[in-house]
């Protein structure tokens, strides 16, 4: 396999793996690659594009003008609160510190695949845990902050004395620190998706 098939490997994973997270993608036509040569190593951006048909490179500059409700945008925060309406959550993620902005968008398009509004699932930061029947650990942060003397992989589950069920998966700031596209990165997130699927089908019976 070439190097230029590896990449494009790689990448066909992740946009079916967006596929199935119900996200709008574009498909990689191959007959778009020039050879550059064998001095000449690397995909320039006006050579191989996913887009969505348009000229990419020629895009309207930025403007910095903004709606005037633009600026009073509450921030962004992924604590969200567990309870509405008095009924706490079938299913609840669990993570050992608030996550990124890049981590918030990641899990608000999980829950949009789930079908599931966020404050139904929500990602749950700080103390005190809510009651839930299934929580899904965010990493092995979590898992040591949530449940401590725990030790499980990622893909692995177990009942709380309790009766909650507990599935193990990845942290999103942990996927989200890896720039390329690499057949073991897809592996991981295909591996989280499934464990998430799973752990909703919990909750769901």
């Known amino acids: 396999m070439t190097a230029i098939e590896y990449i494009l490997d790689g990448l066909e994973a992740e946009l079916a793996l967006e596929r199935e997270l119900g996200n709008r993608v574009f498909e990689i036509d191959r007959s778009l690659l020039v050879d550059l040569g064998s001095d000449r190593v690397g995909l320039g951006s006006d050579r191989v594009g996913i887009g969505s048909g348009s000229d990419t490179n020629h895009q309207p500059p930025a403007t910095n003008h903004q709606s005037p409700a633009t600026n009073h945008q509450p921030p962004a925060t992924n604590h969200q609160s567990p309870a509405t309406n008095h009924q706490p ?11 990124t902005q890049a981590g918030v968008d990641m899990m608000e398009k999980i829950t949009s695949a789930l079908k599931l509004e966020p404050s139904s699932a929500p ?3 700080a103390t005190p845990m809510p009651k839930a029947k299934v ?22 589950h177990f009942r709380t004395d309790s009766g909650a ?3 193990v998966t990845y942290s999103p700031n942990y996927i989200l620190r890896y720039k390329v596209v ?7 997130k295909q591996s989280m998706w499934t464990t998430i699927k799973q752990a909703a089908r919990a909750a769901a019976t």
């Open 182 to 188: 690499t057949p073991a990165l897809v592996k991981i």
């Open 123 to 125: 990602v749950v930061d």
């Open 135 to 156: 929580y899904i650990i965010l990493g092995s942060f979590a898992l040591r902050k949530w449940f401590p003397g725990r030790n499980l992989s990622p893909g692995q």
């Open 89 to 99: 959550p079938t299913l609840c993620f669990l993570h050992d510190r608030p996550l």
């Open 165 to 167: 069920e507990v599935f």
